[in-house]
């Protein structure tokens, strides 16, 4: 059985229907239904047609209020839409108010199912071409979300994508100043370690460190912008403002300890090593955006707040984290109370004036600071 293309009629009068009666009779063009203006949407909403037929005989208004619905309803909008008219005004009125083609009362019939089937085929090309498109931007979409991942939570992923405004702020080359608790994980004695077991244990050894670092950076909606030899880089509340930033990185960094210590007993049993994980956090302002040239993009995060957080990193001991006082202070305000402990100020290289530093107690911390 040959397929028929269903026709919906709005707004005609009996003449227009008698004339479409007769140039589709026998033909594989059916109408469908015949409804006024107002009962357009919820026919459409019932079962959409393969082509619309408008009488031009409407006023203006009403020819240019249909013609709107059409085209903004994405089920109808690439659907043909046809007038039946009787005079050049008529025709001119409906192709302002949006018709894809005409046709008039003195039109023979094998003209009018040409016209109408070539219409049919344009509009099936365009659906066609849409759908191949839409499936691409789905499959370019789950590409982004899959890599986009791979430095950030899977909840922190959904929520850019799904915000337009957040998604072209993240992706363009584009640099906002913005609050971020900032964080540097190191593993202490890697060099020896790297030393002296063979190339593929020693990958074996950090990807297990890393996936335990990013597991858990992700189970606090943190960012992770840098992994560089023993160490990672992390951020709290970029590219998304978290009001707890710093009291989420102090969580992920305790966490980190706890069960960093298990994996490194571990790696003592199976690889006969010993190290240690330091951890140092700050607070502030960062530059947040893309950095780098038209080849190479790296969205990250940069400023003294960054640099200070990278000190803390390399004065812990292995099992320590060390944070300053801006940490400690966010910390207050939220009403936070970790058991901190305050530490001699500690002047780093590069700063005139002394940062008052922080530790909390743990029982994983090691007193051997290893090359």
């Known amino acids: 059985m040959s397929a028929t ?3 919906l009629v709005i707004g005609a009068s009996a003449a227009s229907r008698n004339l479409l009666a007769r140039l589709i009779d026998g033909s594989d063009i059916v109408i469908d239904d015949v409804v006024g203006p107002e009962q357009l949407v919820a026919s459409v909403a019932r079962r959409a047609p393969d082509l619309f037929v408008i009488d031009a005989e409407n006023d203006a208004q009403t020819l240019a209020v249909v013609c709107g619905l059409l085209k903004a309803n994405p089920v109808t909008m690439l659907l043909p839409l046809l007038a039946i008219a009787k005079s050049a005004k008529q025709r001119l009125a409906a192709f302002e108010a949006g018709v894809d083609d005409f046709l008039t009362y003195t039109v023979r019939r094998e003209e009018f199912l040409v016209r109408a089937h070539a219409l049919l085929r344009v509009s099936a090309a365009r659906r066609q071409l849409a759908a191949e498109q839409l499936s691409q931007e789905v499959q370019q ?12 939570s899977p909840k922190l992923a959904d929520k850019i994508l799904a915000d ?24 202490r004695g890697f060099t020896a370690i790297s030393e002296r077991l063979n190339p593929g244990e020693v990958v074996t050894l950090l990807n297990e460190f890393f996936a335990l670092l990013t597991d ?12 560089a030899g023993d ?24 966490r980190m300890l706890d069960n960093f210590a298990l994996l490194a007993e571990q790696w003592r049993e199976r690889f006969g090593v010993e190290t ?8 502030g302002e960062v530059i947040a955006g893309n950095v780098g040239s ?18 803390l990193g390399q004065r812990a001991r292995a099992g320590e984290m060390l944070f300053s006082d801006a940490v400690k202070h966010s910390l207050d305000e939220h009403g936070v109370s970790i058991g901190a402990l305050p530490l001699p100020a500690l002047v780093l290289r590069g700063r005139s004036t002394p940062i008052d ?3 909390v107690p743990s029982v994983t911390r090691l007193d051997f600071r290893p090359a």
């Open 294 to 311: 038209a080849a190479y993009m790296n969205y990250t995060i940069i400023g003294d707040t960054v640099n200070v957080a990278s000190r």
């Open 216 to 227: 858990i950076t992700f189970e606090y909606d943190g960012t992770v912008f840098n992994m």
């Open 164 to 187: 337009p405004q957040l998604r072209d702020f993240t992706f363009a080359q584009t640099q906002v100043r913005t609050r971020a608790a900032v964080m540097f994980a190191d593993m």
């Open 141 to 152: 979409r789950e590409l982004i979300r899959a890599a986009f991942r791979r430095y950030i």
């Open 357 to 359: 530093i922080f530790c």
């Open 276 to 283: 240690g994980l330091g951890i140092g956090i700050n607070v």
């Open 5 to 7: 293309f269903r026709t």
């Open 231 to 254: 160490g990672l880089m992390v951020g709290f509340g970029v590219p998304i403002e978290q009001a707890d930033g710093s009291a989420r990185a102090i969580a992920a960094a305790r």
